[in-house]
T-cell receptor, first 112, second 113 residues
Framework: DVKVTQSSRYLVKRTGEKVFLECVQD?????MFWYRQDPGLGLRLIYF???????EKGDIPEGYSVSREKKERFSLILESASTNQTSMYLC???????????FGSGTRLTVV | AQSVTQLDSQVPVFEEAPVELRCNYS??????LFWYVQYPNQGLQLLLK??????LVESINGFEAEFNKSQTSFHLRKPSVHISDTAEYFC???????????FGAGTTVTVRA
């Protein structure tokens, strides 16, 4: 089975901190995605990547950046964490669209 | 761009009763449709998908969904639920030319004994 691993299950950070969320997949998938999940809003796309060093903005990229230096790793960066970035963050990978996504187990980030 | 509406945010249901979760989408082109399930404190797992062909698709654990192009719907059903089906369910759509999925807001199913 494809595995998508998010390095932290729970994180608590202070306002203004720079935060790194890491995601690693083990099946050589080209496409990787970062979503945030909030009650009543479902999943909203932050950034995605089709290949190493490529990145595209999703629907809500403000306050975030990403890095994909290696094919298996896709990092989400909160440049200066704010309380409205408290959320569940989900990473996903995909080989081709007909397979859908494989998700990691999520990182619940609290910014205080 | 595509969008997804899940018509029910909460669905309480008794064990062994049937359940239906409603999903409507909007898109100007052909789409792929997916249902994902999220059990408490876990990530999302693919439940079933429609790509083409037969409009009725089934999962290994008794769920089924029917694609209705004229009504732009992809409702999920199960004839008899178990306690273990308690979870949040997400409908998602992608256009054939796109890799990205758009998700609905989710429907929380709570199964009671």
């Amino acid at each position: 089975d494809v595995k998508v691993t998010q390095s932290s299950r729970y994180l608590v950070k202070r306002t203004g901190e720079k935060v790194f969320l890491e995601c690693v997949q083990d099946m050589d998938h080209e496409n990787m995605f970062w979503y945030r999940q909030d009650p009543g809003l479902g999943l909203r796309l932050i950034y995605f990547s089709y290949d190493v060093k490529m990145k595209e903005k999703g629907d809500i990229p403000e306050g975030y950046s990403v890095s994909r230096e290696k094919k298996e790793r896709f990092s989400l960066i909160l440049e200066s964490a704010s309380t409205n970035q408290t959320s569940m963050y989900l990473c996903a990978s995909q080989t081709v669209p007909t397979y859908g996504y494989t998700f990691g187990s999520g990182t619940r980030l609290t910014v205080v | 761009a595509q969008s997804v509406t899940q018509l029910d945010s909460q669905v309480p249901v008794f064990e062994e009763a049937p359940v239906e979760l409603r999903c409507n989408y909007s898109s100007s082109v052909s789409v792929y449709l997916f249902w994902y399930v999220q059990y408490p404190n876990q990530g999302l797992q693919l439940l079933l998908k429609y790509l083409s062909g037969s409009t009725l698709v089934e999962s290994i654990n008794g769920f089924e969904a029917e694609f209705n192009k004229s009504q732009t719907s992809f409702h999920l059903r199960k004839p008899s639920v178990h306690i273990s089906d308690t979870a949040e369910y997400f409908c998602a759509v992608s256009e054939l030319s796109d890799y990205k999925l758009s998700f609905g807001a989710g429907t929380t199913v709570t199964v009671r004994a």
